[in-house]
């Protein structure tokens, strides 16, 4: 959730001021979890914008470790992910086509181990040559070679070789890539489920939001410090029967 305070000084201004960006958690038992949340002040000269490699850390930080101080190890969480671009974020070495060349080297991804299946077995696929190859020494490989193009135009869906890219993404190692924050989650012994696109009515944390942006606006003199002081109470403020 992001906030904002039209104000630098103590008369307000029209314009883009600075603001506060929050990522928090909500539990179905507890509630709002005070010490998992993290608070970014967004704004020219302030820390930037929020982003998917935060919100991972802040999983792997702050959000799991407190779920299982507050309710211990042996229990296992269910995490509904609200649907946002930087909630789809994947790692540096991810297996994703889309950041591949056609030839090997050059500027691309190095990208961590695939695998595939033969005779039952999974069996390991380095997608990174070795230090010995006598001409991508630790280079990253490309599309491999065949008679057919590195990559379509547009792909026809009903082909499985239209396209040595084609041929590459629709293999059950990259099909079955997950995102940064589904790897930490599923990891470390949870679950998450990712909430649809377009559908606020059915996602409990935008009326946690409602509630909070609620408080600010009847307890707001238009000022940064007073939203920075406000905005703990906001959130405490939410009562667990609204979501």
């Known amino acids: 959730m992001m906030v904002q305070s039209n104000d630098t000084t103590d008369k307000y201004w029209k314009g883009v001021g600075c603001g506060i960006h929050r990522s928090d958690v909500i539990c179905s038992i507890v509630g709002y979890m ?15 914008y929020w982003n998917g490699e935060m919100f991972v850390k802040q999983l792997q930080e702050k959000i799991i470790p407190t779920f299982e101080c507050l309710h211990g190890p042996e229990y296992q969480v269910l995490f509904l992910i609200d649907n946002s671009q930087g909630h789809s974020a994947y790692a540096e070495d991810v297996l994703a ?8 080297g050059g500027k691309q991804a190095c990208m961590r181990n695939g695998w595939f299946t033969y005779n039952g077995v999974q069996v390991e696929q380095e997608m990174v040559f ?3 190859h006598p001409h991508f020494p630790n280079q ?12 379509c135009i547009k792909c026809n ?14 293999q059950p190692d990259f099909q079955q ?22 559908h606020c009515e059915l996602n409990f944390i935008e009326y946690f939001w409602g509630k909070v942006k609620k ?9 940064f410090n007073t939203l920075k002081t406000n905005m703990p109470l906001a959130m405490q403020s939410v009562q667990l029967s609204t979501i």
């Open 157 to 170: 869906p009903d082909s499985t070789a239209c396209c040595n890219k084609h041929i590459l993404e629709v």
């Open 34 to 48: 005070v010490d998992a949340g993290e608070s970014l002040e967004y704004g020219k000269n302030h820390d930037g």
């Open 97 to 104: 086509v889309s950041r591949m060349n056609v030839n090997p």
């Open 215 to 223: 408080y600010l606006q009847d307890n707001c003199n238009g000022t």
């Open 130 to 132: 070795t230090l010995n």
């Open 140 to 151: 990253p490989k490309g599309l491999y070679e065949s008679k057919l193009c590195g990559k």
């Open 177 to 198: 890539q997950r995102s940064s924050i589904q790897e930490v989650i599923e990891n470390a012994g949870h679950l998450c489920i990712f909430l649809p696109k377009f």
